[in-house]
């Protein structure tokens, strides 16, 4: 996992809990996951548009 071992990671998330407080660790981690679905969802083509299709067009 991009090389990072142990003692990393450790950092890392106490960086983390420094930098956010640890009231609002799960705020961040939710925002971060739909970030991450709404991502998924547009490189796949699954985006939001596809429910509502643009109205057809009237011809005079």
Known sequence: MFG?????LIIILVLVM????????????S???KGI?????SISGRGGD?????PPELKA
């Open 4 to 8: 990072l071992g142990p003692t990393e």
């Open 18 to 29: 420094l930098v956010f407080g640890v009231g609002k660790l799960p705020e961040v981690g």
């Open 31 to 33: 925002g971060l996951g």
């Open 37 to 41: 679905h709404e991502f998924k969802e």
């Open 50 to 54: 596809d429910d509502n299709p643009p």
